[in-house]
């Protein structure tokens, strides 16, 4: 069974501090994203990785970094944390499959709020 | 760009209904369709996928059609059940890329009454 896990499952942050959202995967898949949902915009891309030591910017980078340290491990980092963060955050990975699409498989999600 | 329009935000139903959700999409590249589903509190799945080759998918009663021509793809199922009840997120996956990457639209949340 794919399985994409990740930590905390709730964070309360204040403004202008560290936040570090982790996610682990145990499917081997090269390629992971950082995904953020909020109402009226959906799923929004911040930043993905084809594989370890590698990372790109999504969509939406700005105030984000992210970090694969190996291939099971992809993490999400706000080094200043600011309220309009305040989201739920989704991991995700998968793997190329050309014409047949990239199935992504998700964790449960990070809640975060920034006071 | 790249990009994938959901209209419906909400969708309210009663039990034995017929569901259609639209979406519509645009690219340059081939592109794959697929839908997800979000139940409460738990992280998106993948539903079905269409594809260039195969225009339609179905899974667990509900089916998408891929229209080339209107660059258009709903989601329909003759008779919803309650414990159809989630948000339902097209999205819009591009070929020609060594990792893809995900378009999703804004979601529909599915509502059935019993």
């Known amino acids: 069974e794919a399985a994409v896990t990740q930590s905390p499952r709730n964070k309360v942050a204040v403004t202008g501090g560290k936040v570090t959202l982790s996610c682990n995967q145990t499917n081997n898949h090269n390629n992971m994203y950082w995904y953020r949902q909020d109402t009226g915009h959906g799923l929004r891309l911040i930043h993905y990785?084809?594989?370890?030591?590698?990372?790109e910017k999504g969509d939406i980078p700005d105030g984000y970094k992210a970090s694969r340290p190996s291939q099971e491990n992809f993490s999400l980092i706000l080094e200043l944390a600011t309220p309009s963060q305040t989201s739920v955050y989704f991991c995700?990975?998968?793997?190329?499959?050309?014409?047949?699409?990239?199935?992504?498989?998700f964790g449960e999600g990070s809640r975060l709020i920034v006071v | 760009g790249d990009s994938v329009t959901q209209k419906q935000g909400q969708v309210t139903l009663s039990e034995d209904d017929f569901l259609f959700i639209n979406c519509t999409y645009s690219t340059t590249t081939y592109p794959t369709l697929l839908w997800y589903v979000q139940y409460l509190g738990q992280g998106p799945q993948l539903l079905l996928k269409?594809?260039?080759?195969?225009n339609k998918g179905i899974s667990r009663g509900f089916e998408a059609t891929y229209d080339k021509g209107t660059t258009s793809f709903h989601l329909q199922k003759a008779s919803v059940q309650e414990s159809d009840s989630a948000v339902y997120f097209c999205a819009l996956d591009r070929y020609g890329s060594s990792g893809n990457k995900l378009i999703f639209g804004i979601g529909t949340l599915l509502s059935v009454k019993p």
């Open positions: 269409v594809t260039t080759a195969n």
């Open positions: 995700a990975s998968g793997d190329y499959r050309g014409y047949s699409g990239n199935t992504l498989y």
């Open positions: 990785s084809y594989g370890a030591g590698s990372t």
